[in-house]
């Protein structure tokens, strides 16, 4: 059901932990399985320098949180803000259909996070125009 990668990132999460005086922190959640997923930036002229992630949540959700820590570091905010929960699913080799909400809530948390760090800094950026957390639905597949 799972691929090698995925397995991997499940048994040997990168990047987990959290970062003490994170720039930005995002954390989600999705009510229908109950799983939650917090992601910390440290942002350094526009571009993400660190990035640590928790997640409580099921292993799609933990591999997906791991890849995408890889996925974020040395990008500047705006090729992060480009990444979505299909390019995670890709950089995993594939999830199962029924698992693909978990690398929804791996967007979502990211983009919370950066939101969060542009709110603190008053910056704007293109890829967080009519983004709202408030907005999101529980993750749910698309
Ligand atoms: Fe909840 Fe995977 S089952 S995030």
């Known amino acids: ?10 048994l ?8 003490k005086d ?10 229908k399985c109950g799983d939650i997923m917090r992601m910390y930036v440290k942002v350094e002229n ?10 409580f949540g099921c ?5 997906a949180s791991s890849i995408s820590t890889e996925m974020l570091i040395g990008k500047t905010i705006d090729e992060a803000l480009e990444i979505t929960n299909k390019d995670v699913v890709d950089e995993l080799g594939g999830l199962p ?11 979502q948390a990211f983009k919370v996070a950066i939101y969060d760090y542009a709110k603190k800094n008053n ?20």
């Open 1 to 10: 059901m799972y691929n090698d990668k995925v397995m991997d990132h499940f």
């Open 12 to 19: 040997n999460p990168r990047n987990a932990g959290e970062i």
């Open 22 to 31: 994170a720039d930005g922190i995002g954390e989600v959640g999705n009510a």
């Open 46 to 55: 526009d571009v993400i320098i660190d990035v640590k992630f928790r997640t």
């Open 59 to 63: 292993g799609s959700a933990i591999a």
């Open 97 to 107: 259909v029924v698992k693909v909400h978990c690398s929804v809530l791996a967007e």
């Open 123 to 142: 910056k704007t950026y293109a890829g967080l125009e009519g983004f709202n957390p408030d907005d999101l639905d529980d993750a749910h597949d698309h």
